[in-house]
């Protein structure tokens, strides 16, 4: 299957918190599913992140039983900022990036790479993440707030992935001011994004959505 890239409009969305659930609700459709945090910053001993979505990962295939939260990451550092401003070194290679989930990708049906920050958070000085996204061919899942002002972030995102033409749908982690999402928010979701959906209601049928795509080799 081809991979699902998770993104965001920022930090501190539920990227993580969506490729979890994302991994329960694969693997409860017999997909054998691998993971991969291809840069984790703010790392001073394990990546928290990756090895969350690795202990996950391991209870539901086999295959990644053997590896290490070190295995499912291509570039971790202890500065808690883009990776290009945590890489002081400047190591980060986006053909790493891609080799490495080459190799991953072998030992799953369907792998989920979960990015770091949102969609023009910079690797390198001329490579951002949605660059990254693209060279991997991967469809995409945005995962966007719902706190105020979450509407300026969400549109940006979006026309960012519509002018690198990735193929990407998106939903909302009701989750910050979730009781006034309601009011200040949903409003205008509902008028120009009728079909918009959220993480606890609408992942379910967007897992069932996956089987339809066919394997794009990376």
């Given at each position: ?6 993104t965001?409009?920022?930090t ?14 694969l693997?409860?459709?017999?997909y ?12 001073t001993?394990?990546?928290p ?6 202990e ?11 590896f ?13 900022a ?29 792998l ?10 910079p ?7 949605v ?9 995409t ?7 105020l ?33 309601g ?18 209601k ?17």
């Amino acid at each position: 299957m081809q991979p699902l890239f998770i993104t965001a409009t920022g930090t501190h969305v539920g990227k993580t918190h969506t490729t979890l659930k994302l991994i329960e609700a694969l693997s409860a459709r017999g997909y054998k599913v691998g993971v991969y945090k291809p840069v984790e910053t703010g790392v001073t001993d394990k990546a928290p992140d990756a090895t969350l979505l690795l202990e996950a990962c391991q209870q539901v295939n086999d295959d990644f039983t053997s590896f290490t939260a070190a295995d499912i990451t291509a570039y971790t550092f202890p500065l808690p900022a883009a990776p290009f401003c945590a890489d002081k070194d400047h190591v980060i290679d986006p053909k790493l990036l891609i080799e490495k989930a080459e190799v991953l990708s072998k030992f799953c049906d369907i792998l989920l790479i979960e990015g770091a920050g949102g969609l023009m958070v910079p690797l390198t000085k001329e490579y951002m993440m949605v660059n990254l996204i693209k060279d991997l061919k991967a469809k995409t899942l945005l995962v966007t707030p719902s706190r105020l002002g979450c509407i300026n972030d969400t549109l940006l995102s979006i026309m960012a992935l519509k002018t690198f033409d990735i193929d990407f749908d998106w939903c909302v982690n009701l989750h910050e001011d979730k009781d006034d999402f309601g009011k200040v928010t949903k409003p205008y979701y509902d008028a120009v994004f009728p079909e918009w959906w959220s993480i606890d209601k609408g992942l379910e049928p967007f897992a069932a959505s996956l089987s339809f795509f066919t394997n794009h080799p990376i």
